[in-house]
Structure formats: structure tokens, C-alpha cells
């Protein structure tokens, strides 16, 4: 009996050992979380903040160059650090002080939350989720930028307190914070821009930010595209190059309603670096908001647009690019801009407008996946590609690639 209690305690012990020894490697499998202790900020410098509020202005094309964590942490304390340790006051002014507002930096290394009391960065995803966030906030830009900061907040901190000001009081400091960051930014030679209008639903999922935090806006960060990878050297692009279009004028068609912003956005600033004039036209002349909220003007009516007037034709897509599918009107300005081998272009949905006029018949295409039924019955080849170039007609699946897009055109209207 008694061997047989001491068989069963040293088979007990085994597999004990066992089972620790499989959680240890359980445990051992899970990625280490970093935690990057930042350097100590630094609280005097060389611009002074009215050089900083001259020099401040949105910058959107950066060099590629990364950013370090020396700078990312000044960033981080700009926008939420400790300035009066005892209280845990910080940079910027809260209600209550209450410290709604959490930033997010999404860099190529991975997701960090920062935490001011240890003015530190907790990963809490690895990976590059630049492409991602991007895709989520439908703002290309963001995929290109070395540094991508989310600000996040919790008006529900701020409930008990303040009720239904909370809210308002939560967006306030986010402004606060951001204008901080942008200053420092400028302080630092970096350029900057803050991204609003983004879908907030989607870029809560892709950062995984906690239960009852929204994401607000994002704040993009890196050397301006002229700025000097190494002291006194000059980033070479052709984008920072003399315009290459010098007197060409091209026409951006909108729909009446809901265009989508950024498609418009990138195009038409991909076209005005490479010195093309641009104007816009709609079936209706005035102010026309788009569906992330901006508003443009539109100076040419549809009806009377003469392609004779301009070297390309540009349709822009949005919910509201259906209106074009069946207009004898648009499908004519396609047919006579193809005939007079003009540069045609349309992006996302707007190929369907160039499918329906038969303009398309045996040219690679391309537009989001849901057009790709119109697209081939009406003769194309379609490829899912994000940008096809098939000689005069240049195609674009979506805003992701819209800057991209734009430089196609530049580059179809400079004959290369």
C-alpha cells in the first residue's frame, strides 16, 4: 500500500512538472509587451513660440526618414505631460483636471500608449499598423507618415462631473493637446497635420482601444519631403522638383453631393505641386459638401463644360458618383475627351461612368472590387490593381492610393 501511495505522489510530481513546464511555455510563446522608458523631456529650446505659431502649417508629404523614440517622447510630453509632479498637472489644460485624453503613436515598430505619470510608452500591439490605420481612417497619407499619433478620449470620465457638457469638454482638451503636439513638432523641424473626419468606429477596432474610448482625430508626424535626411543634404524627389506641368489645366468632376473628400483632397494637391491648374465642376455651380464634411466650390456647370478646354478629364467617386452612371451628359464628355485622345481618369466608383460610355472596351482598368461586374460588361479589362495607366485613360481603385492617382495624371500630362 504504502508503494503504491509514493508511486502515485511521484507520478503526481511528474505530471505537475509537466503541466508547469508546458504553461511556461505557453507563457514564453506570448510576444513581450515593450515597455520604453523615454528620455528626460527637454523644457528649453532653440524656436521661440511665436516662430513656432509663424512656422506651423499642415504638412502631408514626408521624407523617408524614421522617427526616434527622443523625439516621439517630446512629442508625447508636448501634447500630455507632467509639469507639476506633485498635483500630476500637465501640459495642457483639462476640465477638473480630470485627463480625459490618451495618445496612441502608431510607428513601424508597433502600437504605444503613452503613460505621463512614467513618461513612458506601453506597447499594446506589435506589427506596423500604419497600412491598416490608413485603410480604417480612410486617410492614404497615414500609411506614409513615419509617425501616426491617435487621440483617444473618454468622455465618460468626465460624466459624473460635468454631465452633458462632458463631451464638449473632452473635444476642448483634444484641441489643446493637439495644438501642443503640432507646436512641439514645428520646435523639433517636423512636420505635421491633424486628421479629422475619420471613421472613428474603424479606427477605434484597428488600435483596440478600450471600452467606452473613441477615437477623436489623428495627428500625422515626420520630416517635411524638403527636409535634410543629414545636416545640409537635401531629400531628393520629384515631387520637390519644379513643377513638371507648367500650363496645363485639367477639370475634376464631382458629383452634386457626396463626393469623397479625400480622393478630391489628394488629386488635386498631387496635381498643384506638379503646376497644374485645376477647376472643379458639378451639375451645379456653388459650395458642395462632401461625405467627410468639406466643402468645395464648384465653378464649372457639367451641362456647359467644353473638353476643349482642358488637357484632362478627372471624374471623382463618392455615394454620390451614381448620379454620372447613366447621365447622357458625363458618358458624352467621356466619349468626346476619348476621341480627342485627351488624358481621361476616374477613381473608385467613377470607372463605371467610363465603362457605361464605352470608353473603356479592351483597356486594363481598375475601380473598387464593387464595380467590377459594370466594369467588364462594359468591355474592360478589369485588374484590381490600385492604379492602371492604359495609354490615355488612368484608372484608380480607391482613396488609398488617390495621391498616387494624382502624380499619374501629372505624369500622363508631362508625357512620361
Not at 186 to 200: A, D, E, I, Q, R
Request: glycine share 10%; aromatic share 6%; with cysteine.
Amino acid at each position: 500500500m504504502k508503494r503504491l501511495i509514493i508511486a502515485v505522489l511521484i507520478l503526481s510530481g511528474l505530471a505537475g512538472l509537466c503541466f508547469g513546464q508546458s504553461g511556461s511555455r505557453a507563457r514564453s510563446r506570448r510576444p513581450a509587451r515593450k515597455t520604453i522608458q523615454l528620455a528626460e523631456p527637454k523644457l528649453k529650446g532653440a524656436v521661440s513660440l511665436e516662430e513656432a505659431l509663424v512656422k506651423r502649417r499642415s504638412v502631408r508629404q514626408y521624407a523617408n526618414r524614421p522617427l526616434g523614440f527622443a523625439q516621439i517622447g517630446q512629442l508625447a510630453w508636448a501634447g500630455q505631460g507632467i509639469t507639476e509632479p506633485i498635483k500630476g498637472l500637465r501640459t495642457a489644460p483639462s476640465a477638473g483636471e480630470i485627463y480625459p485624453i490618451d495618445l496612441y503613436f502608431v510607428t513601424p515598430e508597433g502600437l504605444f500608449v503613452y503613460r505621463p505619470r512614467q513618461h513612458s510608452l506601453e506597447q499594446t500591439a506589435a506589427g506596423d499598423l500604419r497600412g491598416a490605420l490608413a485603410a480604417a481612417s480612410m486617410q492614404e497619407l497615414v500609411a506614409r507618415a513615419p509617425c501616426d499619433i491617435v487621440l483617444a478620449g473618454s468622455a465618460r470620465k468626465l460624466t459624473a462631473r460635468f454631465r452633458d457638457k462632458a463631451k464638449t469638454y473632452m473635444l476642448l482638451e483634444a484641441g489643446h493637446v493637439a495644438q501642443n503636439i503640432q507646436l512641439q513638432a514645428v520646435c523639433l523641424g517636423l512636420g505635421s497635420v491633424t486628421l479629422g473626419g475619420v471613421n472613428t468606429r474603424n479606427v477605434a477596432r484597428v488600435c483596440k482601444l478600450p471600452k467606452n474610448t473613441e477615437a477623436i482625430y489623428i495627428i500625422s508626424v515626420g520630416y517635411p519631403l524638403t527636409q535634410a535626411t543629414t545636416p545640409g543634404a537635401i531629400e531628393q524627389s520629384t515631387t520637390a522638383q519644379a513643377p513638371l506641368t507648367t500650363g496645363k489645366k485639367a477639370v475634376l468632376i464631382i458629383p452634386s453631393q457626396n463626393f469623397r473628400d479625400d480622393e478630391l483632397v489628394e488629386t488635386k494637391r498631387a496635381l498643384d505641386m506638379a503646376g497644374v491648374e485645376t477647376v472643379l465642376a458639378s451639375t451645379r455651380r456653388g459650395i458642395i459638401k462632401g461625405m467627410l464634411g468639406n466643402m468645395v466650390e464648384s465653378k464649372v456647370l457639367l451641362s456647359g463644360l467644353r473638353v476643349d478646354d482642358y488637357d484632362a478629364i478627372i471624374f471623382i467617386g463618392g455615394p454620390g458618383v451614381e448620379e454620372y452612371f447613366d447621365s447622357a451628359v458625363a458618358k458624352n464628355i467621356a466619349r468626346d475627351a476619348a476621341g480627342k485622345r485627351k488624358i481621361i481618369a476616374a477613381i473608385s466608383a467613377a470607372p463605371t461612368i467610363l465603362a457605361n460610355a464605352g470608353v473603356l472596351t479592351g483597356r486594363r482598368a481598375t475601380a473598387f472590387l464593387s464595380e467590377r461586374e459594370k466594369l467588364q460588361q462594359g468591355g474592360a479589362i478589369f485588374t484590381g490593381a490600385p492604379i492602371e495607366r492604359d495609354v490615355h485613360i488612368i484608372t484608380c481603385y480607391g482613396p488609398l492610393a488617390a495621391a498616387q492617382f494624382g502624380r499619374a495624371i501629372a505624369q500622363a500630362l508631362a508625357g512620361k
